[in-house]
């Protein structure tokens, strides 16, 4: 099966090195070509100067891009060169809206579309764990199943074109929530002199916990290291998008409008580079305390 992989970024990357084995035949494009050429040297796949060139003889195209936004400005350069019959994945965390104009614009080439947002992290993606959760008609998640294999190991379909991207900026809007509160929570027992540690301790045996406070807090916030995985940029994208949804169906969500909020001027504070979980920086200065 011929797939063609764009968008090699911090996810992209490793999703794309379970698809260069067997049975799939690999082709890969980026932006930035360096990289998609040193890919291809390593995983021994071939790469292309131009997505046009790329998805030209594809029977799956994959997008992992930063948003809705970049993967319908690529469709006018692709959509007259995807063969008729094959089917697009789009992996971006994307709004619902953008990816029903993408999917009609590809049904009149005969193109089938699923929006695919996935959620792992990095090391979900390394380890081919990841989350994926899929919009698009019974037909085409299931024909897109066995490619999604290679990096997933919970595949859902959501409902119909854009229910995969919905679920996935809830999904987000959570951890938003989940990072900013814990911030605030461990910002104000730093201020009472409660070691973040031992706090952080008790929480994570207690009903308080979550991923973040697991997983993400220790390393990142107590031990002060940042690796730069999930750029806050994105998170902001994300929760912008789920603020978005929620106002288009006249749900009250308070919560995750402040969220949006919050880490619109995070994203302002911290600039376009700094990971996600950096968040808590901007609480720390607002609280003038360091939590760890
Ligand atoms: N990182 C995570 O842990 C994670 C987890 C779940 C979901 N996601 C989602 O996955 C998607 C990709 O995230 P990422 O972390 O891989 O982002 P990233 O590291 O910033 O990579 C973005 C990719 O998109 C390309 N790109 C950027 N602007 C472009 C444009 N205008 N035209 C064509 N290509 C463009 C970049 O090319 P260059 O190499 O040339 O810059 C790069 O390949 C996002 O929607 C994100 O929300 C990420």
Redesign the pocket.
């Known amino acids: 099966m011929k797939v063609t992989f764009?968008?090699?970024?911090?996810?992209?990357?490793p999703m794309a090195v379970h698809l260069s084995e067997d049975p799939f035949e690999l082709t890969v494009w980026?932006?930035?070509g360096e990289?998609a050429r040193e890919f291809a040297e390593e995983h021994g796949v071939y790469a292309e100067e131009s997505?046009a060139g790329a998805v030209s003889e594809a029977d799956i195209v994959i997008t992992?891009?930063?948003?809705s936004?970049?993967v319908e400005?690529?469709l006018d350069g692709i959509v007259s060169r995807i063969p008729r019959g094959a089917l697009m994945i789009d992996?971006?965390?994307?709004d619902p809206a953008t990816s029903r104009r993408i999917a009609a614009r590809l049904a009149e080439k005969g193109v089938g579309f699923v929006d695919a947002?996935?959620?792992?992290?990095?090391k979900?993606?390394v380890a081919g764990t990841?989350t994926v959760m899929c919009g698009g008609s019974e037909k085409d998640v299931e024909r897109a199943r066995p490619v999604l294999e290679a990096f997933g190991k919970k595949i859902v379909r959501c409902g119909e074109i854009g229910a995969g991207d919905a679920v996935?900026a809830m999904n987000?809007a959570l951890l938003a929530i989940h990072i900013w509160s814990a911030g605030e929570a461990l910002a104000t027992l730093a201020k009472l002199g409660v070691d973040a540690e031992v706090a952080l301790d008790v929480i994570n045996g207690s009903s308080g916990r979550s991923n973040s406070s697991e997983n993400l807090f220790p390393e990142r916030v107590i031990g002060r290291k940042y690796p730069r995985?999930?750029?806050i940029?994105?998170?902001d994208?994300?929760v912008g998008i789920a603020s978005g949804i929620v106002a288009e169906t006249g749900t009250p969500a308070p919560f995750i409008d402040l969220a949006a909020k919050l880490f619109s001027e995070a994203h302002q504070l911290l600039g376009e580079e700094a990971d996600h979980v950096e968040a808590v920086r901007v609480i720390e200065d607002k609280a003038g305390v360091r939590i760890s």
């Open positions: 764009l968008g090699l970024g911090a996810i992209g990357t980026n932006r930035t990289k997505p992992c891009l930063p948003s936004r970049e400005s690529m992996c971006t965390s994307g947002p996935v959620s792992g992290g990095v979900g993606a990841l996935k987000q995985t999930f750029k940029a994105l998170l994208k994300d």
